[in-house]
């Protein structure tokens, strides 16, 4: 009778606190974030000014910021680009997640949603190309003190839904791409059906490849369950395991590696860019959305004998606090169109870091609690999947702990990449010690603690000294 009435007291606990976040992350509260006139920004490698008048300074000034960015566009440009990067947020009203009643992962889930955001920008670099951005995203209003609960969410749905029946009148995107007027035409819609089934890969739904009920799942094998804290290097190894077991063939051209204590093995990683047999499902041929076909910038998965990988880097850059001297270097790898960015965030507080400002980090945060969407129907509203407001963090504010991503092609382009970072990885006259290295061979041909835990494969940090910097998140354009 006693465990029983335990038992009872849990789940009612289980219930309030979930109530309590869902109440709480609830509101989008208005902040407007500002960035400087007279400084450059990165965004994954493309480098915008904000100057209004045209002068050789803006060059200039994105040149001396990081030589690998392409340097292009103002406002505007920086907007578009931001608000097409995929925002997974808090959900409510989710089918039951694995092993648990709960039915939102709000209070707890951001690890695996900023997770779930590096991933899929590694997919929109596989199947779309840095270059691409959404059709409709300067459509989006800046998020403002409206709420965005279940009701709100229903009534947007609604009037999407019954807006977009009218003119597609049952018709399929493969029809409406094969009416198209014009190649330019065609072009951007089969692009816009990429996007779409990107999206619909982080569903949160049982069936969705990457969804949050797939990485639950994968991370009970981990000893994780729901309603758990999630660290980055956990999501770097769950993210690694629900890649390598997706099921839909168009996720056969890429895979995952994760680095082993801050080491990454190039001959392991070249052997993940080998596709495993020619019995491996491919894109081609099969009923999946058509993401491997066209003349689209594809990557790897159109050859048949090569995979992409995604590049997962557990690591620390710091003792209690992250350590100043690495800040330049993590400046150094959001100016590479190669990197997908950085997930972790504030101590118990993640988000996805994507560019910076100066001293400031851009990133994009999971903490909204937004309703469930059915992304099984075709035309599923994706407004909720973009975020028109981008954010800022002092690095000082930056927890230590953190998983760096990198998207590689093909074997070729690895290589490149190794030689690329290797050199941002030298280390200064500050630094001990690199955040992480290359070595040649395998893993398996070192002497490698086996029993480490992923929150233990980091490399050994540097103790911060006493510093901290007074600076306001919010801001406004100066």
């Not at 279940?150 to 597609?168: E, F, H, I, N, Y």
């Not at 606090?321 to 997930?343: Q, R, W």
Request: aromatic share 10%; with cysteine.
């Amino acid at each position: 009778m006693e465990n029983k009435g335990s038992d009872e007291v849990e789940t009612l606990k289980t219930k309030f606190v979930s109530v309590w976040h869902n109440v709480k992350y609830s509101w989008a509260l208005k902040s407007k974030t500002s960035f400087s006139r007279n400084s450059p920004v990165l965004l994954l490698g493309k480098c915008y000014h904000f100057k209004v008048e045209d002068d050789d300074s803006v060059t200039e000034a994105c040149n001396e910021a990081c030589e690998e960015a392409s340097v292009v566009g103002n406002v505007d440009a920086f907007r578009k680009d931001f608000t097409s990067r995929v925002w997974l947020t808090y959900r409510e009203e989710l089918p039951p997640l694995p092993g648990s009643t709960l039915t939102s992962d709000c209070g707890w889930g951001c690890m695996l949603r900023a997770g779930q955001m590096m991933l899929a920008q590694a997919l929109i670099l596989h199947f779309l190309g840095r270059d691409w951005t959404w059709s409709e995203a300067m459509t989006l209003q800046p998020l403002d003190t409206e709420t965005w609960t279940a009701t709100a969410a229903k009534r947007l749905v609604a009037s999407l839904q019954g807006s977009s029946r009218p003119s597609d009148q049952g018709s399929s995107p493969l029809h409406q791409t094969q009416a198209a007027g014009s190649a330019e035409e065609a072009d951007a819609h089969l692009k816009e059906m990429y996007h779409r089934t990107l999206v619909s890969w982080f569903g949160d739904s049982p069936s969705a490849q990457l969804g949050l009920h797939r990485l639950i799942r994968t991370g009970l094998t981990m000893g994780k369950q729901a309603g758990d804290w999630y660290g980055p290097a956990v999501v770097a190894h769950i993210l690694k395991k629900a890649v390598e077991e997706a099921m839909d063939p168009g996720l056969a051209g890429i895979t995952a590696y994760v680095s082993q204590d801050c080491t990454v093995y190039s001959a392991d990683v070249i052997d993940s860019h080998r596709a495993p047999g020619a019995g491996q499902p491919s894109a081609e041929g099969s009923d999946a959305p058509p993401i491997s076909q066209g003349d689209q910038p594809v990557s790897a998965s159109a050859l048949t004998d090569s995979r992409a990988v995604i590049i997962l880097i557990p690591v620390r850059l710091g003792g209690e606090k992250t350590n100043p001297d690495y800040f330049n270097f993590a400046k150094s790898i959001l100016s590479l169109e190669y990197c997908i960015g950085i997930i972790g965030g504030k101590p118990k507080q993640a988000c996805f870091f994507v560019g910076f400002q100066d001293d400031s980090l851009i990133y994009m945060d999971p903490h909204y609690c937004q309703s469930f969407v059915d992304v099984s129907t075709s035309d599923f509203p994706l407004q909720s999947y973009h975020c028109p407001s981008p954010k800022k963090m002092p690095f000082s504010k930056m927890d230590p702990s953190c998983t760096i991503g990198f998207y590689s092609k093909s074997a070729q382009d690895y290589e490149r990449i190794s030689q690329e970072l290797s050199k941002v990885l030298q280390p200064s006259a500050k630094e001990k010690y690199p955040a992480f290295t290359f070595v040649q061979g395998h893993s398996r041909d070192y002497d490698l603690s086996a029993g480490l835990t992923p929150e233990k494969r980091e490399w050994p940090f540097i103790r911060d000294p006493s510093r901290t910097v007074t600076t306001t998140g919010d801001f406004v354009l100066l």
